[in-house]
């Protein structure tokens, strides 16, 4: 049984995609390890698939770049990126682990093929020529919220060595062992995640995952402009955060909180906070901001949205809520995963803002007390009002309709814990796993266009003029 950590489900990256900018990354350093890099003579990589159809608009090419030269997607200085890319194309090298200089042209040793492989819609391969003559090649794939296959290999990340003492594969093995041990939904998944570190790294690299959130909350909250690419869109969250604190400014993260909790928490006001916080994430994520993956960058800005609206709004008790909130939404998110997808290339924008949705309608439930039933009964809820989504990006880009979108599955988020909560889980009629199995099946029916194709949907009929770079 596959099992999967809280923190192969939220990871710190940078934007704008899981899928398509992660990724790539990934596998560009996995590659990296593979190979003697000081033999290295010559380099090509071959983007396929969605990975070419939108790649360019999703900082693929970049993603590749950045790999290859040996950062790490989580400690990266983002305000860099441009500078390290535009070495590449000044120099015409780059610097494999940013040791070893070749030529590198990136018009020529990075190829967008407009096809895809049999096995995934993500693919790239990447094929070295080293200094004795022979080569190294490997075809990766990018199968969703940063997650990597690599052609013939077992997943990145490796299948944990270590048994779960609570194997979960579907939400009838959940609720089984919450009937079995009487524990809550996050309880169950700290005692797994107990076989896998101790409990001192789990607090901190859960509130960890949090503060990055909260910053880029924060970050998004307080910066103006036009995002890149060409459409022009402009950040929009700073306007919605100056008109909810009356144009007060705050000195920093902490002072900033404490005033959104006391100037005016009308019921208007909350809500459009809840807004003004998944765009500040997502705009962030659009102009290759540090995110977490929750699942995906795509819909990044679901799960922090909710679970900021909780800390700023109802009575909580810190990092304890904190922890339970992310514990309990990765689940829902690892259930999706083993049972569907969380691939916006296989299953359309359902795979992304409907699995977000659906972790943080959890996540909430549980901090707001309900039980482990009506925490399941809010992911379903949650996710059941996103079947069918589709992923039309227009140019490639995650701006439009990306944004906004997460925006509604906050709502959306919030809509189905309030009706979880007075729910009674004897008179559901539709299961958490009915709802997981439907999403897998309305995925394999959906058109290929609308999977992050951007060849249907708003992306074909909404006319936008690029300028060319």
């Given at each position: 049984?596959?099992?999967?950590?809280?923190?192969d489900?939220?990871?710190?990256?940078?934007?704008?995609?899981?899928?398509?900018?992660?990724?790539?990354?990934?596998a560009?350093l996995r590659?990296?390890?593979?190979?003697?890099?000081?033999?290295?003579?010559?380099?090509?990589?071959?983007?396929?698939g969605?990975?070419?159809?939108?790649?360019?608009g999703?900082?693929?090419d970049?993603?590749?770049?950045?790999?290859?030269?040996?950062y790490?997607?989580k400690?990266?200085?983002?305000?860099?990126?441009?500078?390290?890319?535009?070495?590449?194309?000044?120099?015409q090298?780059i610097?494999?682990?940013?040791?070893f200089?070749?030529p590198?042209l990136?018009?020529?040793h990075?190829?967008f093929?407009?096809?895809?492989?049999?096995?995934?819609?993500?693919?790239?391969?990447?094929k070295?020529?080293?200094?004795?003559g022979?080569?190294?090649?490997?075809?990766?794939?990018?199968?969703?919220?940063?997650?990597?296959q690599?052609?013939?290999?077992t997943?990145?990340?490796?299948?944990k060595t270590?048994?779960?003492?609570?194997?979960?594969?579907?939400?009838?093995?959940l609720?089984?062992?919450?009937?079995k041990?009487?524990?809550?939904?996050?309880?169950i998944?700290?005692?797994?995640?107990?076989?896998?570190?101790?409990?001192?790294a789990?607090?901190?690299?859960?509130?960890?995952?949090?503060?990055?959130?909260?910053?880029?909350?924060?970050r998004?909250?307080?910066?103006?402009?036009?995002?890149?690419?060409g459409l022009?869109?402009?950040?929009?969250?700073?306007?919605?955060?100056?008109?909810?604190?009356?144009?007060?400014?705050?000195k920093?993260?902490?002072?900033?909180m404490?005033?959104?909790?006391v100037?005016?928490?009308?019921?208007?006001n909350?809500?459009?906070?809840?807004s003004c916080?998944?765009?500040?994430?997502?705009?962030?994520?659009?102009?290759?901001?540090?995110?977490?993956?929750a699942?995906?960058?795509?819909?990044?800005?679901?799960?922090p949205?909710?679970?900021?609206?909780?800390?700023s709004?109802?009575?909580?008790q810190?990092?304890k809520d904190?922890?339970?909130?992310?514990?309990?939404?990765s689940?829902?998110g690892?259930?999706?995963?083993?049972?569907?997808t969380?691939?916006?290339?296989?299953?359309?924008?359902?795979?992304?803002?409907?699995?977000?949705?659906?972790?943080a309608?959890?996540g909430?439930?549980?901090?707001?007390?309900?039980?482990?039933?009506?925490v399941?009964?809010?992911?379903?809820?949650?996710?059941?009002?996103?079947?069918?989504?589709?992923?039309d990006p227009?140019?490639?880009?995650?701006?439009?309709?990306?944004?906004?979108?997460?925006?509604m599955?906050?709502?959306k988020?919030?809509?189905?814990?309030?009706?979880?909560l007075t729910?009674?889980?004897?008179?559901?009629?539709?299961?958490?796993?009915?709802v997981?199995?439907?999403?897998?099946?309305?995925?394999?029916?959906?058109?290929?266009?609308?999977?992050?194709?951007?060849?249907?949907?708003?992306?074909v009929?909404?006319?936008?003029?690029?300028?060319?770079?």
């Open positions: 049984m596959e099992q999967i950590s809280v923190f489900i939220l990871k710190i990256g940078v934007g704008p995609s899981s899928s398509h900018t992660m990724g790539p990354w990934v560009a590659f990296l390890e593979q190979v003697d890099v000081s033999l290295v003579v010559d380099m090509q990589i071959k983007l396929y969605s990975l070419a159809k939108t790649g360019r999703h900082g693929t970049i993603a590749v770049m950045l790999g290859l030269m040996g790490d997607p400690t990266i200085k983002t305000k860099k990126i441009n500078k390290y890319i535009q070495t590449v194309y000044d120099k090298l610097e494999l682990k940013g040791q200089a070749i590198f990136p018009e020529e990075l190829v093929v407009y096809k895809n492989l049999p096995a995934h819609p993500n693919a790239l391969t990447f070295a020529n080293l200094a004795n022979t080569s190294v090649e490997a075809t990766f794939y990018s199968v969703g919220g940063g997650f990597v690599q052609d013939g290999a997943e990145i990340p490796a299948p270590v048994q779960f003492p609570y194997p979960i594969k579907d939400e009838k093995d609720k089984k062992w919450v009937k041990t009487r524990m809550s939904i996050s309880e998944v700290m005692q797994n995640e107990l076989s896998l570190r101790k409990k001192s789990i607090t901190k690299g859960l509130m960890e995952i949090w503060t990055t959130m909260a910053a880029c909350i924060h998004g909250c307080h910066t103006k402009g036009v995002l890149p690419g022009d869109v402009e950040r929009r969250a700073h306007r919605f955060n100056e008109k909810l604190l009356n144009g007060v400014h705050t920093d993260l902490d002072d900033w404490n005033l959104i909790k100037v005016n928490p009308s019921f208007t909350v809500v459009n906070w809840i916080f998944a765009l500040a994430v997502n705009e962030e994520n659009a102009d290759f901001g540090r995110v977490v993956t699942p995906t960058n795509g819909a990044a800005g679901v799960i949205a909710i679970l900021m609206f909780y800390i709004f109802y009575p909580n810190g990092e904190i922890i339970r909130f992310l514990l309990t939404a689940e829902i690892s259930l999706f995963k083993k049972g569907s969380i691939s916006a290339a296989m299953g359309g924008c359902q795979a992304e803002i409907g699995v977000s949705s659906a972790m309608a959890a909430l439930t549980e901090c707001l007390g309900g039980s482990a039933e009506q399941l009964i809010a992911a379903e809820i949650a996710m059941e009002h996103h079947l069918g989504l589709t992923c227009i140019k490639g880009l995650v701006q439009v309709p990306c944004i906004e979108r997460n925006t599955g906050a709502m988020a919030l809509t189905a814990c309030q009706i979880a729910s009674d889980p004897k008179k559901t009629k539709v299961s958490l796993d009915n997981i199995q439907t999403m897998k099946q309305t995925a394999v029916d959906m058109h290929e266009k609308y999977k992050e194709t951007s060849e249907g949907g708003l992306a009929n909404v006319s936008v003029v690029v300028p060319e770079c």
